[in-house]
């Protein structure tokens, strides 16, 4: 039982880039957190970051054919990604969508995402600890 964690560009400059937006924390520890909870919940994790659209794109493709879940931060390609929203529309696994900062808080061109249209749910605006939040919705159980 592995769920899939999938970060987009710039995330690797967690904790180094616009820290009165994104905190200190960096990706690192992010992963760490991930990895206590998920062994906590009995689920394995792969965690990956990636810069570019295309990666992204096979990652969750990837993740489509063995994970039980996907968890994506997919940064600045929310906002203007079809090929990763076609993506996640070509598997059958659930897809939560985090963003560490709240992006309606912020420029309206943060305002619109790809990818909560074919996202089960999204989380925003709790920092790092969206991730665990959203570990915790996508392996409890959702009512019909
Ligand atoms: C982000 C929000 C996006 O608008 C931005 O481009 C990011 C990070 C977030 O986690 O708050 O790179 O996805």
């Known amino acids: 039982k592995q769920i ?3 970060n987009g560009p710039n995330l690797n400059l967690l904790g180094e880039r616009e820290g009165s937006i994104y905190g200190h924390v960096t990706l690192a520890d992010i992963e760490q957190n991930c990895r206590e909870e998920c062994a906590r919940l009995g689920y394995e994790l792969v965690f990956a970051q990636t810069n570019h659209e295309g990666e992204l794109v096979e990652l969750i493709q ?3 054919k063995s994970a039980a ?4 931060n997919p940064a600045a390609y929310t906002h ?3 090929a990763i929203h076609d993506a996640i529309r ?4 659930p897809v939560v ?5 709240n992006i309606f808080a912020r420029e309206s061109f943060r305002h619109h995402s790809y990818v909560s249209p074919v996202a089960l749910g999204t989380i925003c605006g709790f920092g790092p600890a969206g991730y665990i ?3 915790g919705a996508l392996t409890s159980p959702i009512p019909e």
């Open 4 to 6: 899939h964690i999938l």
């Open 62 to 64: 990837k993740a489509g």
């Open 69 to 72: 879940g996907i968890i994506i």
């Open 80 to 82: 203007t990604s079809v």
């Open 90 to 93: 070509a598997i059958n696994i």
């Open 97 to 101: 969508e985090v963003h560490l900062s």
């Open 133 to 135: 939040l959203a570990l």
